[in-house]
């Protein structure tokens, strides 16, 4: 079957930071701003990460407030960002709400998969909420996003919605790829995420075609392309990032250094773990990805950078608290007092908890209340998720092919069960 | 006009139609393309919709799908398509099966094109063919011409199509010169893809071949008419998806098959075909299916052995003879 009308670049507008997210904003303002974005997205529900009236109390100011992130920037061949950053009271609030969210959802999912209700791989992201809530906050969904396989946040942030991730997660006709996907391909072409990637290291120079289109039609806007520090040492990154560099692509390379490439740790993988460094020719910048505020200084930074000078690389210094994936206890090749230690000291929700009282702008009780709510929030998405169907066999043979022109195809006994393509 | 050409002016056309479509690949702009095929196309349409990459077939294959993610046309060039291994990761997980995982969010229109199968001398490296491997993947398309006709026509629904496509051509065609009527020339002309032709009628028995070999097929019917078999060849023009419908029309005709390939037997297109055939036609069968394909060694380099490697047109006669029951060449009868 033909796919829907692919959207004309030239009338998406470009949009603020999430306006669903705004505080005061109705469902029906929120849905009237997405009409505007895309006229397919307009015929969902708007994608709201959470209801806009559990802000209250919280502050909604936009007045500007400047933090200092933790640590400076370090840099390779550029001069770097200010460590100071610029934010608002309702930008703190959101990033907040936005990262328990994820942290919730990904907890959920680890007692789905216990369950069996997910089956086949399941890579967690809670740990590194704050490398996919600071990249929204500075870029907008007109420019593009990739990554690999642990993808269930970069889709939520994305303006993805909670349900179809849970039902794809399981399996169900109602999930972002129809149940066909699975959790490592969850993709959102209306809000520029594509994907999704299970080979190692080939998101990468998917990324830099991203950034080439982005380019060669003039649209100014950008590519965020994510990898691993397992991924870091792929020979097809680095054939990537010459031709990127060569033509100025605007791409962003962000490595999310969690430090372990499934079983490895970092310095047992790679000569030189300075993956900022890796670039050679390529300016670098190292990042504290447990700090909302700093991804979203350097993720605004890349951009105005990459623009003007072709790509770069952010290192996210980040940690995953799951293992790999569900299969992996996480525990064979780190101490628990490793993973006790990150959480205690550089927990990204935390941060911006502790931001939020210090500046006055929440009470620990609106926070807490906050997470209730969002688990409440969780729970009635994994309800309505398990309520949708397996997919219809029909669809085993849907989506082979855009433009099937008749063609024939096959079940497993051709004698049985022998189709022409929808 | 030569297969060269065909192409060539295919490219040019569909570039100046569709503002989308780029190209990529090693001396494909500047150096004018390694077998010129793409000649003249920098010069018309400039660095940035014809671009020379590094000698990194991984690294471009992999900027050119994700370039059609976002809609744009590339067609990319394998020098041969020997070096196609490089980036088979994502012509197989980054493009053949996008669509299907994302339930029709990312299609790829991408064309992957280039020298298919063995040259002349080049060695075991330099000339496999890869049409079985490539046919083995749903979600792709695989397509090879044999004539001037064949280039274009189908080369333009290559890029025309909305699904990832992979062209192979043979260097020892592209000098190859065909007539074409004004039909072929024109700007608008495609061919369907899935479509095989008949090249050549008959009702003893029926040659299925693609690329170059149904030039060989044709030159085998034309000896074996002079000795009373009258052969159909099947010029196959997609090997993905398959024509299964001619074939089996053609062997329901003839009540004989002999199946025609380069490349190496084990597995080969040859062996799908027999099998079509078999479940779709077994009792128009007159005689077991005959299969010719290149020899099961490594193309060697040495010029007697090498041809002991690829099908000869004797080798194509033998087979035909021997599915009609005949071991030796007789003459024909009134």
């Not at chain 1, 840099?75 to 942290?103: G, Q, Y």
């Not at chain 1, 962003?252 to 890796?278: D, F, Q």
């Amino acid at each position: 079957s033909p796919p829907s009308a692919p959207v004309p670049r030239h009338r998406i507008p470009q949009i603020p930071l999430n306006p669903a997210r705004a505080s005061r904003a109705s469902p029906a303002m929120a849905a009237a701003i997405l009409r505007r974005l895309s006229p397919a997205a307009a015929q969902r529900a708007p994608p709201r990460l959470l209801p806009p009236t559990l802000a209250r109390g919280v502050s909604d100011s936009t007045e500007p407030l400047t933090v200092e992130t933790s640590v400076p920037f370090t840099s390779h061949i550029v001069d770097p960002p200010s460590r100071d950053v610029s934010t608002t009271p309702r930008e703190l609030a959101a990033a907040f709400r936005d990262m328990a969210l994820m942290r919730r959802a990904e907890i959920a999912a680890d007692s789905l998969y216990k369950a069996k209700l997910i089956r086949g791989f399941c890579h967690l992201y809670d740990g590194q909420e704050a490398v996919a809530v600071g990249m929204e906050a500075a870029i907008t969904r007109r420019d593009a996003i990739i990554t690999a396989y642990r993808d269930h946040c970069l889709y939520l942030a994305r303006g993805g919605d909670l349900v179809a991730a849970f039902a794809e997660l399981m399996g169900r006709v109602d999930g972002c790829s129809r149940g066909k996907g699975g959790s490592m391909h969850f993709y959102k072409k209306d809000a520029n995420f594509y994907g999704g990637h299970g080979i190692v290291g080939a998101q990468v120079p998917l990324g830099c075609g991203l950034a080439f289109a982005q380019r060669y039609r003039k649209e100014g806007t950008v590519t965020f392309d994510l990898y691993g520090d397992g991924a870091a040492n792929q020979g097809q990154l680095f054939e990537a990032l010459n031709m990127a560099a060569l033509w100025k692509l605007p791409v962003i390379l962000v490595c999310e250094n969690n430090h372990y490439g499934m079983g490895t740790a970092e310095w047992k993988a790679s000569k030189s773990p300075a993956y900022y460094k890796r670039g050679d020719y390529v300016p670098g910048l190292k990042v504290d990805g447990m700090d909302f505020l700093a991804v979203k200084q350097a993720c605004k930074f890349a951009k105005e950078h990459v623009l003007e000078n072709g790509p770069i690389i952010l290192e996210m210094d980040t940690y995953r608290y799951h293992g790999h994936s569900m299969s992996d206890p996480g525990s064979t090749y780190r101490t628990r007092d490793e993973i006790a230690g990150i959480r205690q000291e550089r927990d990204p929700i935390e941060r911006v908890r502790k931001l939020l009282l210090t500046h006055d702008l929440a009470t620990a009780q609106e926070l807490k209340d906050m997470e209730k709510e969002i688990r409440k929030e969780v729970d009635t998405a994994i309800a309505k998720a398990k309520e949708s169907p397996m997919p219809d066999t029909s669809e085993l043979f849907k989506n082979v092919y855009v433009n099937d022109c008749g063609l024939e195809s096959f079940g497993v006994d051709r004698k049985v069960v022998r189709t022409v393509l929808p | 006009i030569t297969v060269r050409d065909a192409l060539n002016s295919a490219l040019d056309e569909e570039m100046s139609a569709d503002p989308s479509v780029f190209l990529m690949g090693e001396e494909v702009g500047e150096y004018q393309g390694a077998y010129k095929i793409t000649k003249g196309l920098l010069d018309k349409y400039g660095p940035d919709r014809v671009l020379d990459t590094p000698i990194t077939e991984a690294g471009f294959t992999g900027i050119g799908v994700g370039a059609a993610y976002q809609g744009l046309r590339p067609v990319i060039e394998f020098m041969t398509f020997n070096f196609s291994m490089q980036a088979i990761d994502h012509i197989i997980n980054s493009a053949a099966k996008s669509n299907y995982m994302s339930a029709g969010q990312i299609n790829v229109p991408i064309v992957f094109r280039g020298p298919n199968g063995a040259a002349a001398g080049v060695g075991a490296q330099h000339s496999q063919c890869y049409a079985a491997w490539f046919a083995h993947v749903p979600g792709l398309k695989v397509l090879a011409p044999y004539s001037s006709e064949d280039a274009r026509g189908l080369l333009k629904a290559a890029i025309r199509d909305p699904d990832p496509v992979v062209f192979l051509e043979n260097e020892l065609l592209y000098g190859e010169s065909f007539p074409v009527s004004d039909e072929v020339l024109d700007s608008s002309f495609a061919l369907p893809i899935g479509k095989a032709k008949i090249e050549r009628e008959g009702k003893d028995v029926t040659i299925t071949a693609f690329s170059k070999m149904v030039g060989y097929a044709l030159q085998a019917a034309e000896i074996l008419s002079k000795e009373g078999i009258s052969a159909e060849v099947i010029n196959l023009r997609s090997i993905r998806p398959l024509d299964r419908a001619a074939i089996n029309a053609s062997v329901r005709k003839t009540n004989r098959l002999v199946t025609l390939e380069e490349g190496f037997p084990q597995h080969g297109v040859g062996a799908e075909i027999c099998m079509s055939v078999v479940e779709e036609s077994f009792e128009y069968l007159d005689a077991p299916i005959e299969r010719i394909a290149g020899a099961d060694v490594p193309m060697p380099y040495a010029a007697n052995l090498e041809r002991l490697a690829v099908p000869q047109i004797e080798d194509i006669v033998r087979a035909a003879r021997r599915a009609c029951y005949r071991a030796l060449p007789m003459t024909a009868t009134a």
